[in-house]
DNA sequence: CGGGCGGCCTGGAGGC
DNA sequence: TGCCTCCAGGCCGCCC
């Protein structure tokens, strides 16, 4: 459920509170997530290091530290981060805890571990198998019709599909992509090869109006997601079509529809998308 | 080789 | 009421 958005707005609240800090304490309570961690290798690399910035790259957060270091996180579908007093009762599924030179922790949980926690140098970063094959940011400059459409050339998968394809653009996951194809008026099963020009500047501006719409609500919360500070997101309340099956579409007359693309639930209008 | 799909996980929802 | 199945979806490996 963390798209870019979520992990953004993570990122933002993370960043007031962590900028400077110092690590004095790294405790393990669970290896087993998605990559396994490796205690005494993140206690050797992370204590004593300090806090320079967090960034983000694609879904994955960033927490830039001192001597070349960076902490990389992802929240995997199900993962949350908060910066909370050290002393306060643990959380279920409270599988890593960061201590800092202040009262609180920095906690990551995340009851189906589908998340990551490790440690690469930032000189390494592109190199790194998870990253260096990511496509673009989409609320960077860079990231163009023109990009779209040239990707998208000869490519006969849905749209909604290369739209979540992060070899192509980073942080679009399944709640945004049906909801920018939606705002585009684009149809989700068209193949990506075969939209117009026009039809990439649609979607292509759908989608950073989306994101950015999702940003300035602090993401979208259907389930549990919260920021560090533990604040709920308020996008959920506006999507217009996903979760929406059976109910009327916004923009017309039609009705919003749900079919399955590689897997996944996707919403869209009928009538209003083609 | 592009693209679809299953596996990884667990909690919650819905069906019987 | 309780048990079972299904679904949620980011990412990757596998397979056609």
């Known amino acids: 459920m963390p798209e870019l958005p979520e992990v953004e707005t993570v990122r933002r609240s993370l960043a007031r509170s962590l900028t400077g800090r110092r690590i004095v304490a790294v405790d393990v309570r669970e290896r087993r997530l998605r990559t396994p961690l490796r205690p005494a290798e993140l206690r050797r690399r992370l204590i004593g290091r300090r806090i320079r910035a967090l960034g983000r790259r694609a879904k994955y957060l960033l927490v830039h530290l001192s001597d070349d270091q960076i902490m990389v996180l992802h929240l995997g579908m199900s993962g949350r981060l ?109 193949a990506a090869g075969r939209l117009s020009a026009a039809r990439w500047e649609r979607l292509h501006a759908a989608v950073r109006e989306t994101l950015h719409g999702a940003l300035s609500a602090g993401g979208t919360t259907l389930n549990d997601f919260r920021d560090a500070d533990g604040s709920e997101g308020e996008f959920q309340v506006e999507l217009r079509v996903y979760g929406r099956e059976g109910e009327p579409c916004l923009r017309c007359s039609g009705t919003v529809r749900r079919v399955v693309q590689a897997g996944r639930s996707t919403f869209y209008c009928g009538r209003c998308q083609r």
């Open 82 to 190: 908060a910066y909370v007093a050290r002393h306060k009762p643990l959380e279920p599924h409270t599988h890593v805890r960061v201590g800092f030179d202040s009262t609180k922790e920095l906690r990551f949980r995340d009851h189906r571990r589908f998340g990551m926690l490790f440690v690469v140098q930032e000189s390494h970063l592109e190199r790194h198998p998870r990253f260096a094959r990511l496509g673009a940011e989409p609320l960077d400059a860079s990231f163009s019709p023109q990009y779209l459409s040239a990707r998208a050339r000869g490519v006969r998968k849905p749209v909604k599909n290369f739209l979540m394809d992060a070899g192509v653009v980073v942080g679009v996951g399944n709640i945004y992509a049906s909801e920018a194809l939606h705002r585009a008026g684009v149809h989700p099963a068209r």
